[in-house]
């Protein structure tokens, strides 16, 4: 059993007319690193979420873990989720009214992860240690998608999907994080999406797959 | 605990908008104890204008109208009782005491009322409480006048004042003033928020003199004018008081009595037993009731449709927030709980502030509308029937807390994310 399985997905916006995503078959096995690229609007945010159960595909299954999405409901999907994958959206979604620890913690309240104790390091690793009590809304960009990330890893979940996660980091931060994403990865065996414009970093990963190729089979 | 935590902080971060919807509900509920206890008041009031006397007697007329003319200033009697029939039963065995009440005049609006000291020893209102001078003495010369708490503060006399008195009662008689006697001011009474403090009160004999020389009603030719100063208490007789009030010894014999009297051979009278009278005349002034209640109801209706919208257009707002908790893992149930519980304390917090504000009007505003209105707030500030339309109220709240919650749960997640804030 692969980690991801995915086969056969289709997916429209409902907005949509034709399909943003047609994808006959991805798998990713346990313990890898699949860098993940393409173009600006070729649909990796869109199948990422797919990955993580935000949007329904309209055709195909999604498999992680071996539990088909599909099969869950909404709030299944969500519960899922808040278990098993930590999301680091592109736009960080961070909640403005809460400060940089209560943001980290919140998947902590809601899934079944433990990991309070990880939070010290986590943020010193990413360089916000400093600022724990401070709103969100008074952060840099930069440091707002250091807290998205530190959200996304808390806990260790079995599976961690980066959309973008370095693109306002500096040289030095993306590397700290990196490093620390592989640290977490490889104590605990963690799989990792990890989607970017930045070929540079692509070495790193143990896979590189263009969304394009993927799609291209089907034609 | 992230549960109180996500609730304050996100209902403390749309601090203008909450705190207006508090205030909205806040305002209601304040709005509809205030009028409830008016309600209360004013029934109490009514019903309480007086106490302890068992029979109310007079010439046959209809009961309310008995009930109106003696206790309430309204109206006119048709017709009078002799002084004979009236000591008849003042020496009933039966009866403990009784007051003469002789209407007929008005002074600048305000009735007069002739009665003699029993009214002072023996009239009850408001369960015990009794009729007792601001200043001065009760009226004992023929000429003396005591003016109820409202008269004395609308016309701002004083003891000692000379007053002129006005034939007949209500405003469509042709009043012609008693111009010839004057009688002067002895006494205030303490406001009481009954009729008694729009009356005037004089003595029996002083009734008497002003129309020794008035014949079938009408005003004397000034060669039959009898001078005030020629008039001696001791040489007055009366002839006829128009009711009088009536305490029995035992309240067993009331019944009885008021059947003995109203079967009176020598005269046709009329007794009635005030209390059950007074909830006829209520209960015929239910209508003014039933608008009351229904401005309550109302009031609650606009409450409620006030926090809806407030509550679905901050949702509206928080479509974004509300997604990125479900993004993370807040189930269906929690989103639902979270949102009804910030309801549930907005409306708590409006129900406390709605409760403080109109104890505290009330508290505040109770001695002025004492003294403006003779209006007395009565019983409870709160009933047991107040906590009970509150608690409906919060449950209310709750539910309608529950509306944008569930439509909040039905939207899809990918939606949510993408509102741009
Ligand atoms: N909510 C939406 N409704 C309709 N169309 C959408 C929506 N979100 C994205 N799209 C469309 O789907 C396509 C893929 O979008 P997606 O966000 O997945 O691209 P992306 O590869 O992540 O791009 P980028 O590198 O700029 O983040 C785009 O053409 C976009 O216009
Ligand atoms: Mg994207």
């Given at each position: 059993?692969?980690?991801?399985?995915?086969?056969?997905?289709?997916?429209?916006?409902?907005?949509?007319?034709?399909?943003?995503?047609?994808?006959?078959?991805?798998?990713?096995?346990?313990?890898?690193?699949?860098?993940?690229?393409?173009?600006?609007?070729?649909?990796?945010?869109?199948?990422?979420?797919?990955?993580?159960?935000?949007?329904?595909?309209?055709?195909?299954?999604?498999?992680?873990?071996?539990?088909?999405?599909?099969?869950?409901?909404?709030?299944?999907?969500?519960?899922?989720?808040?278990?098993?994958?930590?999301?680091?959206?592109?736009?960080?979604?961070?909640?403005?009214?809460?400060?940089?620890?209560?943001?980290?913690?919140?998947?902590?309240?809601?899934?079944?992860?433990?990991?309070?104790?990880?939070?010290?390091?986590?943020?010193?690793?990413?360089?916000?240690?400093?600022?724990?009590?401070?709103?969100?809304?008074?952060?840099?960009?930069?440091?707002?998608?250091?807290?998205?990330?530190?959200?996304?890893?808390?806990?260790?979940?079995?599976?961690?999907?980066?959309?973008?996660?370095?693109?306002?980091?500096?040289?030095?931060?993306?590397?700290?994080?990196?490093?620390?994403?592989?640290?977490?990865?490889?104590?605990?065996?963690?799989?990792?999406?990890?989607?970017?414009?930045?070929?540079?970093?692509?070495?790193?990963?143990?896979?590189?797959?263009?969304?394009?190729?993927?799609?291209?089979?089907?034609? | 605990?992230?549960?109180?935590?996500?609730?304050?902080?996100?209902?403390?971060?749309?601090?203008?908008?909450?705190?207006?919807?508090?205030?909205?509900?806040?305002l209601?509920?304040a709005l509809l104890l205030s009028v409830e206890r008016t309600r209360r008041a004013a029934e109490e009031g009514f019903m309480s204008a007086i106490s302890r006397?068992?029979?109310?007697?007079?010439?046959?007329?209809?009961?309310?109208?008995?009930?109106l003319?003696t206790v309430f200033n309204l109206?006119?009697?048709?017709?009078?009782?002799?002084?004979?029939?009236?000591?008849?039963?003042?020496?009933?065995?039966?009866?403990?005491?009784?007051?003469?009440?002789?209407?007929?005049?008005s002074y600048k609006g305000y009735r007069v009322v002739?009665t003699?000291?029993?009214f002072f020893t023996?009239y009850r209102f408001r369960g015990d409480r009794a009729v007792e001078f601001a200043e001065g003495v009760k009226p004992?010369?023929?000429?003396d006048v005591v003016l109820g708490a409202e008269v004395a503060r609308r016309l701002s006399h004083r003891v000692g004042d000379d007053i002129?008195l006005?034939?007949?009662a209500?405003k469509?008689?042709?009043?012609?003033?008693?111009?010839?006697?004057?009688f002067k001011i002895t006494g205030f009474l303490r406001p009481t928020g009954t009729p008694i403090d729009r009356s005037v009160y004089i003595?029996?004999?002083?009734?008497?003199?002003?129309?020794?020389?008035?014949?079938?009603?009408?005003?004397?030719?000034?060669?039959?004018?009898?001078?005030?100063?020629?008039?001696?208490?001791?040489?007055?007789?009366?002839?006829?008081?128009?009711?009088?009030?009536?305490?029995?010894?035992?309240?067993?014999?009331?019944?009885?009595?008021?059947?003995?009297?109203?079967?009176?051979?020598?005269?046709?009278?009329?007794?009635?037993?005030?209390?059950?009278?007074l909830?006829?005349l209520w209960?015929?002034l239910?209508?003014a009731e039933?608008v009351l209640?229904?401005i309550s109801?109302?009031?609650?209706?606009?409450?409620?449709?006030?926090?809806?919208?407030?509550?679905?257009?901050?949702?509206?707002?928080?479509?974004?927030?509300?997604?990125?908790?479900?993004?993370?893992?807040?189930?269906?149930?929690?989103?639902?709980?979270?949102?009804?519980?910030?309801?549930?304390?907005?409306?708590?917090?409006?129900?406390?502030?709605g409760t403080a504000l109109s104890l505290g009007a009330f508290a505040a505003l109770g001695p002025w509308l004492e003294n403006e209105f003779g209006f007395y707030l009565v019983g409870p500030a709160l009933t047991?029937?107040d906590?009970?339309?509150?608690?409906?109220?919060?449950?209310?709240?709750?539910?309608?807390?529950?509306?944008?919650?569930?439509?909040?749960?039905?939207?899809?997640?990918?939606?949510?994310?993408?509102?741009?804030?």
């Amino acid at each position: 059993m692969s980690l991801i399985e995915v086969s056969h997905v289709e997916f429209t916006y409902p907005s949509g007319r034709a399909p943003v995503l047609r994808l006959p078959e991805f798998r990713v096995e346990k313990g890898e690193r699949i860098f993940l690229f393409g173009p600006s609007g070729t649909g990796k945010t869109t199948f990422l979420e797919i990955m993580a159960g935000v949007l329904r595909p309209q055709k195909g299954s999604v498999r992680i873990l071996g539990q088909d999405l599909g099969a869950l409901s909404p709030a299944g999907r969500d519960r899922f989720r808040a278990d098993h994958i930590g999301y680091i959206f592109q736009s960080f979604n961070l909640i403005p009214y809460l400060n940089v620890r209560e943001n980290i913690e919140l998947p902590l309240h809601f899934g079944s992860r433990p990991g309070k104790n990880q939070l010290d390091h986590l943020v010193k690793s990413l360089g916000i240690g400093d600022l724990l009590a401070r709103p969100v809304t008074e952060l840099s960009v930069g440091q707002q998608q250091r807290v998205a990330v530190a959200r996304a890893l808390i806990g260790s979940p079995e599976l961690i999907l980066a959309d973008e996660p370095t693109s306002a980091l500096d040289m030095d931060h993306r590397e700290r994080f990196l490093k620390l994403l592989f640290d977490l990865a490889g104590e605990s065996q963690t799989t990792v999406v990890f989607v970017s414009h930045d070929r540079s970093i692509q070495k790193l990963f143990t896979r590189a797959v263009s969304l394009a190729d993927l799609q291209a089979v089907t034609a | 605990m992230i549960f109180l935590r996500l609730a304050w902080k996100s209902l403390r971060n749309r601090l203008l908008a909450t705190s207006l919807t508090a205030l909205s509900i806040a305002l209601s509920v304040a709005l509809l104890l205030s009028v409830e206890r008016t309600r209360r008041a004013a029934e109490e009031g009514f019903m309480s204008a007086i106490s302890r006397t068992d029979l109310i007697v007079g010439g046959r007329t209809g009961p309310l109208q008995l009930i109106l003319y003696t206790v309430f200033n309204l109206g006119n009697a048709t017709h009078n009782i002799s002084w004979e029939s009236y000591q008849d039963w003042a020496k009933n065995p039966m009866v403990e005491w009784t007051i003469p009440y002789s209407l007929g005049d008005s002074y600048k609006g305000y009735r007069v009322v002739a009665t003699n000291g029993d009214f002072f020893t023996h009239y009850r209102f408001r369960g015990d409480r009794a009729v007792e001078f601001a200043e001065g003495v009760k009226p004992n010369g023929l000429w003396d006048v005591v003016l109820g708490a409202e008269v004395a503060r609308r016309l701002s006399h004083r003891v000692g004042d000379d007053i002129v008195l006005s034939h007949g009662a209500t405003k469509g008689e042709s009043f012609q003033d008693h111009r010839d006697k004057p009688f002067k001011i002895t006494g205030f009474l303490r406001p009481t928020g009954t009729p008694i403090d729009r009356s005037v009160y004089i003595t029996l004999p002083g009734m008497e003199a002003l129309h020794i020389d008035w014949q079938d009603g009408a005003a004397p030719t000034a060669a039959k004018r009898v001078a005030a100063d020629s008039l001696k208490v001791e040489n007055l007789k009366i002839h006829t008081i128009t009711a009088f009030f009536l305490r029995t010894k035992s309240r067993i014999e009331t019944l009885r009595l008021q059947r003995e009297i109203n079967t009176y051979k020598e005269e046709p009278l009329l007794a009635i037993i005030p209390g059950a009278t007074l909830q006829e005349l209520w209960h015929s002034l239910g209508y003014a009731e039933r608008v009351l209640r229904l401005i309550s109801a109302l009031v609650v209706v606009v409450g409620f449709a006030a926090m809806l919208i407030a509550l679905t257009t901050t949702l509206n707002e928080r479509r974004r927030e509300m997604a990125i908790l479900r993004s993370l893992g807040a189930g269906g149930g929690r989103m639902v709980g979270l949102l009804v519980f910030e309801s549930g304390l907005l409306t708590l917090a409006g129900i406390a502030g709605g409760t403080a504000l109109s104890l505290g009007a009330f508290a505040a505003l109770g001695p002025w509308l004492e003294n403006e209105f003779g209006f007395y707030l009565v019983g409870p500030a709160l009933t047991g029937i107040d906590l009970l339309v509150l608690t409906g109220i919060f449950l209310g709240g709750l539910l309608i807390g529950l509306v944008p919650a569930v439509r909040a749960q039905r939207q899809a997640l990918k939606d949510g994310l993408s509102v741009r804030t």
